[in-house]
């Protein structure tokens, strides 16, 4: 996962990447712009930190 992570940070800095990813640490180690979709629509994005504190986010994923 880190030589993962790695790769992707330099990749990162000369292209666009996307992730798509459930391990929310792995999202962490990236640190970068997270967006999440529910039924193909955008329902939250922002930091890791910003997303998981999101409402509707909870209500949907985190069941919290």
Request: glycine share 4%; aromatic share 4%.
């Given at each position: ?15 666009a ?48």
């Amino acid at each position: 996962r880190e030589q993962t992570t790695d790769i992707l940070v330099r990749a990162a800095k000369t292209r666009a990447v996307v992730v798509v990813e459930h391990d929310m640490e792995f999202v962490r180690r990236l640190n970068c712009k997270v967006t999440v979709l529910h039924q193909g629509s955008v329902l939250a994005e922002g930091s890791l930190d910003h997303v998981t504190k999101n409402q509707d986010v909870i209500d949907v994923y985190l069941g919290r």
